[in-house]
């Protein structure tokens, strides 16, 4: 049996920052923030989106990609720096939006017997 990574996704939002701008507006170093953590923008959430909405797009773009079943995935790890509630892990709202995406394709409750993991950490 082969065991790993297959693949991965990422969704980035498409507005952005630049760091200049960033800086000047938090009072913040310039040269911190790009010579010494390498950034040269900052992404930024439109109004529609959110973590569980970036996490379900980037999980689609792994389904699509592979022409994977919903039925076949055992688990998905979500790795955020940003939970949307104290309570409920951001991937069951991830399943949610997948479950309405796949279900006409492959069957009502198609991620029944799939697992979800939130790995939240903070950043600088």
Do not use: W
């Not at 923030?33 to 439109?46: E, F, Q, R």
């Amino acid at each position: 049996m082969d065991v790993g990574i297959d693949d991965i996704a990422i969704h980035f939002p498409r507005l952005f920052f630049d760091m200049r701008d960033f800086a000047a507006f938090r009072g913040a170093d310039y040269d911190k923030l790009n010579k010494g953590l390498g950034l040269n923008a900052m992404a930024i959430p439109d109004a529609h989106e959110d973590t569980a909405t970036m996490g379900a797009n980037a999980v689609a773009r792994l389904i699509d990609r592979n022409g994977l079943d919903p039925r076949s995935i055992g688990r998905i790890y979500l790795g955020t720096e940003s939970a949307l509630d104290g309570a409920k892990p951001t991937a069951t709202y991830i399943i949610d939006m997948l479950q309405q995406r796949y279900t006409r394709d492959h069957g009502d409750d198609c991620f029944r017997n799939c697992d979800v993991v939130d790995m939240t950490f903070a950043c600088i």
